[in-house]
């Protein structure tokens, strides 16, 4: 009886221990098979797709992600560029000028780093814009377009001024050798924007076929970079060379602009001037003061303080074709020469003292390992 009972009781835990591990297989291989499924699927531990088919990819190891920063990554000075490091200042008037007071107000500001080329950019700069779309472009915009819109035009030498003669300026300004490194003038904002378009296509054109990431396109510079870049790191500065007196100790003149009532000779030169003329501010820029007024990004606004921000502030607006003016030129008097003092133009005119330079976002360096 006794036996007959241990018996049972035997075979009864033999067949549960059975059917235990016959449950404890089967879960096993159901895992098994949903591991080689997800495998074979491209998926991952959660059952989201993994980028390569079911191979890690770069900065996936194991089923974890291991990303750092991508190799090959470095952002260099552009030629002909310098780099113009963050700030905060006080954008605006920096003289007690009550006539300009209300179109001029005081803000802060806070600017990130840029690119800024260290002249005005050149007749013999341009020069390779214009000889390219000559070349290239003809089938697309028409020679007609390209000699309207964005060939310098020389006879403003002529027109922008009552009863003066423009040349020799007309006829060899754009054209001579004598004048290569001078700053470009007879183009109007329109023309300058499609510049830093040319500029953007070419680099980044060559980067891509050395396998190259791209770098930010070359754009005109914004009203506050301009007027940060101006100052040379100096929160209030009158003048870009830091003193607030148009002249140095010497009695030289710093800048080209119209000094003692209209005597134009006095700087030096009696129209523009080369574009590395006259000693660089701060930031190695040269002429931020004078020589042609500057091109800025943003459209003219009386109270621009009241609708821009205060970060990378500028003011885009398709609708305005008043474009802003910056830096005086070689015909304004000292007022025009200051930091803070702003004027504008209509966005397709062409000036015999309206130029222009680029910018170019700094992203930053990543050192490779």
Request: aromatic share 14%.
């Amino acid at each position: 009886m006794n036996l007959q009972f241990l018996t049972k009781r035997l075979f009864l835990i033999v067949s549960l221990l059975v059917l235990s591990l016959g449950a404890v297989l089967g879960q096993s291989s159901k895992k098994t098979l949903s591991s080689k499924k997800g495998s074979s699927s491209g998926k991952g531990i959660f059952g989201f797709m993994k980028k390569g088919g079911g191979k890690d990819s770069p900065g996936i190891e194991n089923g974890e992600i291991v990303a750092t920063a991508r190799k090959g990554w470095s952002q260099p000075t552009p030629y002909g560029m310098v780099l113009v490091p963050s700030g905060s200042y006080m954008m605006g008037q920096t003289d007690e000028e009550l006539s300009r007071a209300g179109v001029n107000f005081n803000k802060r500001v806070t600017v990130s780093a840029f690119f800024m080329d260290d002249t005005e950019i050149t007749n013999h700069e341009y020069r390779q814009f214009t000889n390219s779309l000559l070349k290239d472009s003809v089938s697309v915009l028409g020679e007609d377009k390209i000699m309207s819109a964005y060939y310098p035009d020389t006879t403003v030498w002529m027109s922008d001024f009552t009863y003066h003669s423009g040349d020799p300026m007309l006829e060899f300004y754009f054209s001579s050798p004598a004048y290569d490194t001078y700053p470009v003038v007879g183009v109007s904002w329109d023309a300058a924007k499609y510049f830093c378009l040319w500029r953007s296509k070419m680099m980044n054109d060559y980067r891509k076929k050395q396998n190259m990431y791209n770098l930010p396109r070359f754009e005109l510079p914004s009203e506050s970079e301009w007027e940060w870049a101006a100052r040379g790191g100096r929160a209030s500065l009158k003048y870009p060379w830091g003193s607030p007196y148009v002249a140095n100790a010497k009695g030289c003149l710093m800048a080209n602009f119209k000094p003692h009532r209209g005597n134009y000779d006095a700087d030096g030169y009696s129209y523009t001037a080369p574009a590395a003329s006259f000693f660089p501010n701060e930031f190695g820029l040269y002429n931020m003061a004078g020589n042609v007024a500057e091109w800025c990004e943003d459209a003219y606004s009386d109270n621009a303080v009241a609708v821009t921000w205060d970060l990378n502030t500028v003011n885009k607006d398709p609708d305005e074709p008043r474009k802003v003016t910056r830096g005086g030129s070689w015909k304004d008097i000292a007022y025009y020469l200051e930091t803070g003092t702003r004027a504008y133009e209509l966005q397709n005119k062409k000036r015999a003292y309206i130029g222009f330079r680029c910018s170019m976002r700094y992203l930053g360096r990543a050192a490779s390992k």
